[in-house]
């Protein structure tokens, strides 16, 4: 009998360099274990508050609290965002995903009834506004694109953002994936306040360490944040990713050095390529996306040897990819040593 997910699991990796979730390869700050260990029996035994940990997320983006709404990890943001904005009736809905895109973006907008259509992506994946103009229509009510996109890195300027933004119907909004937006030092969120038919999600589970506390958030207006808190449910963010979401924001250095560490690990994944002949992506996020031809058996030599990267060969326009996180240096040095053998191996 054949199980349908929303999102199709991974295989659990224990050991080894683990590059192939985009994770914080170094773990959190360690001000977050500090302040998981004050967390009293008392507060797990209630419901957890939020006003702090909202009041700290809101100055961390320079928004009111009421602009943002803290979500379970940022796929309850965009399961809420497709349930909330395609509410089903019986007129056609059309949610249009920006390929190549994050795996989460179709399966949401089906459960919510919606008619998904995809972009063509273009030769070198580059985001295309003239492919996203094809795609709406008048029932287009949600449209998801990551930025910095997700398999590729690539940025997309604010200014053609703002242009999408104006080209959807009125009764639609632009769903912006930021989950990668600290790499790149580049957000839309200041932008919100002129563009009422934008949300953008963001993660804390990559740059600051948090993914297995499961923390997000999605920032738009208050009116479309009230539509979504009638779409999720309540207390899904539990009292230990409230109190580590606040020790994280408030650890600014380790998140700076952090960032630093993914910026010259771009650098020497970048350079390996270049010595390998290999076709990559350059990246405003902590990931790069290299063209290896036989991507499962790539990945699959490289497990055996202890490294560990995603096969993105499936993603449309992607065939003979992976996708490599790039995290502390001496991490992506081990990854360096380990392709650099295997392609060796595989051109003797």
């Not at 771009?266 to 350079?271: G, K, N, T, V």
């Not at 497990?303 to 096969?311: E, I, L, N, P």
């Amino acid at each position: 009998m054949s199980t349908s997910y929303l999102y199709e699991p991974l295989p659990d990796v224990d050991s080894g360099v683990r590059l192939h979730l985009n994770e914080n390869t170094d773990g959190c700050s360690p001000a977050v274990l500090r302040a998981i260990r004050r967390v009293s029996r008392e507060q797990v035994a209630w419901y957890p508050a939020y006003a702090s940990a909202t009041r700290a997320c809101a100055a961390w983006f320079g928004v009111p609290a009421d602009h943002l709404l803290l979500t379970n990890g940022l796929d309850e943001g965009i399961l809420t965002v497709a349930l909330a904005v395609l509410p089903r009736h019986g007129d056609r809905m059309d949610a249009v995903v920006v390929e190549p895109a994050y795996g989460l973006y179709r399966p949401s907008a089906a459960l919510a009834g919606a008619h998904v259509i995809s972009t063509t992506p273009q030769a070198d994946l580059a985001f295309s506004l003239a492919a996203v103009r094809k795609a709406v229509t008048p029932q287009t009510r949600l449209v998801f694109l990551s930025n910095p996109n997700n398999p590729t890195g690539h940025l997309i300027p604010s200014d053609t953002l703002r242009e999408l933004a104006r080209l959807v119907p009125p009764e639609a909004v632009v769903f912006v994936d930021e989950a990668y937006a600290d790499f790149a030092g580049s957000s839309f969120i200041p932008l919100l306040a002129n563009h009422p038919n934008v949300i953008v999600g963001r993660t804390f589970a990559k740059a600051h360490g948090l993914a297995g506390l499961r923390v997000g958030t999605v920032v738009a207006s208050p009116a479309l944040i009230c539509r979504l808190r009638g779409a999720i449910a309540p207390f899904s963010v539990n009292v230990f990713a409230a109190t580590a979401l606040e020790a994280a924001l408030g650890d600014r250095g380790r998140l700076e050095w952090y960032l630093n560490q993914v910026r010259q690990s771009r650098e020497l994944i970048y350079a390996a390529c270049e010595r390998l002949g290999l076709r990559f992506w350059r990246s405003e996020a902590n990931f790069v996306l290299v063209r290896v031809g036989n991507a499962g058996a790539v990945r699959e030599a490289l497990a055996a040897r202890g490294v560990h990267v995603r096969d993105r060969s499936a993603a449309a326009g992607c065939e003979g990819c992976i996708r490599i996180t790039a995290g502390v240096i001496d991490d992506t040095r081990a990854l360096v040593a380990a392709l650099e053998e295997v392609l060796c191996v595989a051109r003797s």
